[in-house]
């Protein structure tokens, strides 16, 4: 499989670059071929514009195109083969096991979203039949449903080579509700990238769309990402990453002329609380769990415990010895890229006054409450295989901690049937689901199921928007508007809002829901 | 009814201020007393910590309490009798005809949102039962709803001193949900909006919630708008006015620490496109119609509509001539304060090369496409008693025209059966689609409908969030975020997440909407 160094802009392969970077092998650290182009001005304006005229075809096709399109993309992803695993694996590092399920979820969840969008009732029907006897004024009718809203911007993600890159959820959802996408490909797998976005291409073009549906675009410069953000055809943003990218993005939406949404996922800690009760009767169970997940992928997952809260005593002692030792037990991995190696090392050697449990390549450390809460750095989410015990005295500290505690993705509390009867721990739970978007209950937070009830995002600095989710069928919700028709007749509505219900959707009609058709009115 | 020219700070008449204000009788120019106070940061922040540390209380109650609030302050609104309209007429030179019906519009509206509160599907409970046996990996428990976010701040607006002040649709929206609501009273009815804070407050006492769950806060300066955006406590703002006003208020949550969504509501020139067969079948009737819209309320409605498109023709130029003949019947009106008449009187006055059709009390004027398009002056939204009429060159110009159109809140078509099967109307109901919230066919924008199917938001300008509305039972979605909570036993779980469905709600059970009690598994 060949790779051409080349954007794709709308289906044609570009590059006026005079800059190029490469893809560098995560495990040797030497430079892949070919070189990748940093994308101009030009570009980014003709790939936006591409997409807006796309967005006028798209945006009138119905849920079965778009299921078609979705489906079209899973199969020509797994038609690259072997080839898409080696070059992932290349450029991040990550085991060809992870990567193949990886994939599986990446395509899973493309048909996931497929059967959505072809079921329909995501676009919230709803009808208001009008009431022309009302008094003192007849009502109206009134018909009300959810639309695309035009381009959206995706930032692949360096720590998801698939599922949350070129056709990773960001661009599932926004494809799923008819929007045109342009992704600014994670310059750590440009290579990855550029398969996948040639695995896009082919089926945007069988399912006989507009090549403006899709384009990749390369570049490392931040000038770059706040360009496309900043372009006037943009609608909308999706991203994971850093706190520091992800808040630059947001400014940059913000003070536009006509600001539109960022959906940045940035920085969690996603504390584990050990309660007393689960600390006696499992602590080293609890110890094994937490270690796999805080080294899962090598630490670099946003879901990453990276702070364990227990209360001060012996058996919370004896917890943090055996998860040092086990923690010093873990081989080094591979990280996914210099740059996260480097902040890695450079983040851990700047802690000051904590009790190092393991300095190994999987490093955990302790400190007091009251030292994490005076500390900025500590308070800092660590990428990579690290986390950080922090010791409260009492059980009251437990929910002061707790109360003290920024926007988070994940909080968790290992608990035993009588730790959880406890009004402390009905306390932390309310705080928890106050602070956090998903509250795990004895397990652990790494690993998020793509479902209908999953939430993936919580207050601010977890994302910059804590009313939506970027993983799961709700993502959908992120790229569309309501649109309210007022007294069309029924050859001129959408079909979704049209009175016998042809396309057999959950409606609201006059509040309630019902898949019947509406009576002549 | 004695005023006593006070904040209310979670039940406290209180004030500090050094500088007051008064209202202004609208139709003598006449100050009223009692004088108001402008809040200081001490009271400010006194307000919002009072919110917050209610919010851990209200966050906690049942759809049935929220709805004993509403439907309290509902009933207090009414006790107030006619003294309320009395001093709102006094404040707004609104007829006591038209007060009589927002109160009724107010009311009805606070207990529409109880019912929906009642009800209690708005949480969107979804849940995924736990699949033990799954391979490779098993799926845990995922129970997903919304919950409130803490502290709004809602800014009264002045054209209407009830159903979008006090007790309007932000307050109701946010207590509906469990949120706590500090008011930021409009300046120029604050005599109005102390009583109306005295029946919140009667109610929120009535049902044993804390004090804190409301609070009423005066103030004319731009600093004490910013400074309740600010505070570390406010989670998210509603406001209606002006442009100006709305996009400084977005600026400052923006630029937060922790940023906050701000749903303000705010410009729209709500176009309305007369097609050639209903000009000729009925365009006195449509004058007739227009007019009665654009001087409803001394054209002082967002909805109100301020061009009005047309293709050049012998009908369109009697079009105009009867519009102009019609405005120019009509008398004047009390406007709602001193800076609109001025603002009105002002930007009518600045506008250049315009075929005037009315310069009366009720103004009208017209010009080409190409002249409005050049000139920002006749873009923007003016504020009372004006439309102005475009012609354009030819039926391609209506959708040259309509692509060319900020956000609106609203776009109107009026068009003949044979108009509307045209694919040009077709184009133009499509294009009109993307740009504004809500489309009317043959009818006219104001009257905007408290009900499910409404959506009152539109692309920016209209507002700064066009995913949401601010009128209709879909405005709670605006407070409200989602939370997962996973492997949680039934008996830590909230109602509306239990297996037995105790609230009986509609929920999605793996993806698919039921009523129906989750087994065993």
Known sequence: MSLSGLHRIAGQARAAAATRFHGIDAATQTPLEPAYPEATSEEIHSALCEA???????????????????????REIEI????????????????????????GRTCAQLRLFAQVAREGSWVDARIDPALP????????????????????????????PLAFSVAGGDTASALATGNPVVVKAHPAHPGTSELVADAV???????????????????????????????????AVGFTGSHAAGRALFDAAATRPRPIPVFAEMSSLNPVFVLDGALTSRGPAIAEGLKQSFTLGVGQFCTKPGIVVGVASPAWDAFAARLGELARAVPAGVMLHAGIARA????????????????????????TAARFLEDAALQREIFGPFTLLVTVPNA????????????????????DPDDLRTPTTSDLLRLLGQRAGRIVLNGFPTGVEVSPAMQHGGPYPSTTDTRFTSVGTAALARFVRPVCFQDFPDSLRPPALQDANPLGLLRLVNGAPTRAAVGDN
């Open 52 to 74: 807006a005229d796309a967005f006028e075809v798209l945006a009138a096709t119905d849920g079965q195109a778009r299921t078609t399109l979705l489906e079209a993309i899973a």
């Open 80 to 103: 690259l083969g072997d080839a898409l695993l080696a070059r992932a694996h290349a450029e991040t590092g990550l085991p060809l096991a992870r990567l193949t399920g990886e994939r």
């Open 133 to 160: 006897q009302r008094q003192p004024l007849p009502r109206p009718d009134l018909r009300r449903m959810l639309q695309p809203i035009g381009p959206v911007v995706v930032f692949g993600a360096s720590n998801f």
């Open 201 to 235: 291409d082919r089926a945007v073009a069988a399912c006989g769309l507009p090549a403006g549906t899709f384009s990749l675009l390369h570049g490392r410069e931040p000038r770059t990402g706040l360009a496309l953000v900043r372009h006037p055809e943009t609608c």
């Open 344 to 367: 890695f090392a450079e983040a851990t050697a700047d802690l000051r006054d904590v009790e190092w449990l393991s300095q190994g390549p999987a490093a955990a450390a302790r400190v």
């Open 396 to 415: 009251a500290g437990l929910t002061s901690f707790a109360r003290a505690l920024d926007g988070q993705l994940t909080a968790t509390v290992h608990g």
